[in-house]
Every structure is written in structure tokens, then in C-alpha cells.
């Protein structure tokens, strides 16, 4: 079972910058791909996100393409969001996810941190 713990939310004002982390313990983190995803208010939660189990791959959805940079230790067991040039169409619940090898669903999900951008 792992457990995912996101930290690093906040509010920021349009064009600014955060970082977002996601420390995760109680399974072998290097064994699992980890996602990023949002969810604003009155909508469905959406992917932002995800990075590869070495991490030499990423994807990214176009809304943030450009702007986001997702990362990973695997020595610390933390997997990163740096999100930069923030717009307030970014404010959401964020939430990051691990996916084990083999399936393609995320099994396990952090509780969310929020982000909040002012215009």
C-alpha cells in the first residue's frame, strides 16, 4: 500500500510561480509512474501530468504545456510540480497519483493540496 502525501499549495498571484511535491512511503517508489492531476470547482478532475518510473519521460496536457515542469527524486521518494506563469484558470485541488507497472489506471491518490491563483 502506498501513501501519497502532497505539500506545497497556496496562493499565488497570476504569473507567478509554485512548486508543488508529493512524498510517497510504504511502497517502492521507483516501481511506480506518477501523475499529477486538478480538479476546480463545478469540474471534473483533470490530468495535468506524469513522469516516467526512471523518469526520463514525461507528457503533459496541452493546457499546461510549456508552463509546468514535473519531476522526480527517487532517492527521496518525492515526485515534483514546478508550475510557473500561473493563469487563474490553474486554481484547483491538485493531486498527484501512482501507477504500477503493467495496469493503466492510478491506484493510489494523494488528498490534494490547493492551488489558488489571483488575477
Known amino acids: 500500500q502506498v501513501q501519497l502525501v502532497e505539500s506545497g499549495g497556496g496562493l499565488v498571484q497570476a504569473g507567478g510561480s509554485l512548486r508543488v511535491s508529493c512524498a510517497a512511503s510504504?511502497?517502492?517508489?521507483?516501481?511506480?509512474?506518477m501523475g499529477w492531476f486538478r480538479q476546480a470547482p463545478g469540474k471534473e478532475r483533470e490530468f495535468v501530468a506524469v513522469i516516467s518510473r526512471s523518469g526520463g519521460s514525461t507528457s503533459y496536457a496541452d493546457s499546461v504545456k510549456g508552463r509546468f515542469t514535473i519531476s522526480r527524486d527517487n532517492a527521496k521518494n518525492t515526485v515534483y510540480l514546478q508550475m510557473n506563469t500561473l493563469k487563474p484558470e490553474d486554481t484547483a485541488v491538485y493531486y498527484c497519483?501512482?501507477?504500477?507497472?503493467?495496469?493503466?489506471?492510478?491506484?493510489?491518490w494523494g488528498q490534494g493540496t490547493q492551488v489558488t491563483v489571483s488575477s
Open positions: 510504504g511502497g517502492t517508489f521507483s516501481t511506480y509512474a
Open positions: 497519483a501512482a501507477q504500477r507497472i503493467g495496469v493503466t489506471r492510478y491506484d493510489y
